[in-house]
């Protein structure tokens, strides 16, 4: 019933004009001419990315939107060119050396957080 519908990844921010700057400047997404009040949209790959106004801040503590990508070391250096902080890690099963992470079988990720905090995987399988 859905398969053939188009489908977005949502993020809340408490200052959307600051978001917008973000996702737009920082990391290099469209905006959609499909954008209303309180919300923007973004065009990526197909894809979209749906950032909305609200007054509390997020709280999830898991990755909220992964983008794929064929070049995870490539990408990383583009987005701390533009001052992007990657997260660092050191668990049993996952560790990052420069900001990525490599697991054997799956691919490698990256993880940075935007101005609210909503967390930003970049994934390049194997």
């Known amino acids: 019933m859905l398969a053939n519908r188009k489908i977005s990844a949502v993020l809340c921010s408490t200052d959307l004009e600051r978001s917008r700057r973000f996702y737009e400047e920082t990391v290099g997404l469209t905006v959609s001419p499909e954008t209303i009040p309180n919300h923007v949209?973004?065009?990526?790959?197909?894809?979209t990315l749906l950032?909305?106004?609200?007054?509390?801040?997020?709280?999830?503590?898991?990755?909220?939107?992964?983008?794929?990508?064929?070049?995870v070391a490539g990408d990383v250096a583009a987005l701390r060119a533009r001052g992007v902080e990657f997260?660092?890690?050191?668990?049993?099963?996952?560790?990052?050396?420069?900001?990525?992470?490599?697991?054997?079988?799956?691919?490698?990720?990256?993880?940075?957080?935007?101005?609210?905090?909503?967390?930003i995987a970049l994934f390049q399988p194997e």
């Not at 949209?41 to 894809?47: V, W």
């Not at 909305?52 to 064929?70: C, E, I, K, L, M």
Request: avoid cysteine; aromatic fraction near 14%; charge should be negative.
């Open 41 to 47: 949209l973004f065009e990526a790959g197909g894809t």
């Open 51 to 71: 950032v909305y106004g609200r007054p509390s801040p997020n709280h999830a503590d898991h990755t909220q939107v992964r983008f794929w990508t064929d070049d």
């Open 87 to 119: 997260e660092e890690y050191d668990f049993p099963a996952l560790k990052t050396v420069d900001g990525v992470a490599t697991t054997a079988g799956v691919g490698r990720s990256a993880w940075f957080k935007d101005p609210d905090g909503n967390t």
